[in-house]
């Protein structure tokens, strides 16, 4: 039974560029949040949706935005890409949102050079 | 404003001693922990929770205690094996209408064969 899968495993940006980050969730699951993770520092909480709702957004800029698809697939979007937005970003899936159901992808290393 | 946080970044503990990681929260509204493992190149990975109104809960050679007085959380790993070397974080669950995680730093626990 597959986890949550997440694409591409490492990215390579220069500042200013876009990229997007996908996510696919355990089969059945309807939410999906993501979340960015500095190195050497606990994953940060950007977003959860749920039923391809938005139902929470962490203190992140706009240059951040997500959307999830029927098929409960998700895509996280950012814009203008700067240094410090190099970081682990992970996705974690769940039945409905209920905390301890959350299951973690390996993430997606970006490096904004 | 809220936040989680640990007391050690790291924590070396000889293979078969048991393991205390600590935490200090700030969040006194907070009713709901977790404990996260966190192995290098994954995503954290849930290890037990525990509610405000509880003070201590036991899992497979894991254990949680909460002090609600000083706000303070532990996990005691018993017997501790090299499989348990990870950076291991506490976090809280955010009300609000949908599940937000808050991650303190992490410790990294290494096991001395």
């Known amino acids: 039974d597959a986890g949550v899968t997440q694409s591409p495993t490492h990215l390579i940006k220069t500042r200013g560029q876009h990229v997007t980050l996908r996510c696919s969730p355990i089969s059945g699951h309807k939410s999906v949040s993501w979340y960015q993770q500095v190195l050497g520092q606990g994953p940060q909480f950007i977003f959860q949706y749920y039923e391809k709702e938005e139902r929470g957004r962490g203190n992140f800029p706009d240059r951040f935005s997500a959307r999830q698809f029927p098929n409960y697939s998700s895509e996280l979007n950012v814009n203008a890409l700067l240094l410090g937005d190099s970081a682990l970003y992970l996705c974690?899936?769940?039945?409905?949102?209920?905390?301890?159901?959350?299951?973690f992808g390996s993430g997606t290393r970006l490096t904004v050079v | 404003g809220e936040s989680v946080g640990l007391h050690l970044p790291t924590l070396s503990v000889q293979e078969g001693d048991n393991s205390i990681i600590n935490c200090a929260y700030s969040n006194s509204a907070s009713d709901y922990f977790i404990w996260y493992k966190q192995e290098s190149g994954k995503g954290p990975q849930f290890i037990i929770d525990i509610r405000s109104n509880m003070d201590k809960r036991q899992g497979q050679r894991v254990t949680v205690l909460l002090n609600k007085t000083v706000k303070h959380l532990s996990l005691q790993i018993a017997a501790t094996q090299p499989g348990d070397s990870a950076v291991y974080f506490c976090?809280?669950?955010?009300?609000?209408?949908?599940?937000?995680?808050?991650f303190g730093t992490g410790t990294k626990l290494q096991v001395i064969p």
């Open positions: 976090a809280e669950l955010s009300s609000g209408g949908y599940q937000k995680v808050t």
């Open positions: 974690a899936s769940s039945l409905s949102g209920i905390l301890q159901g959350y299951t």
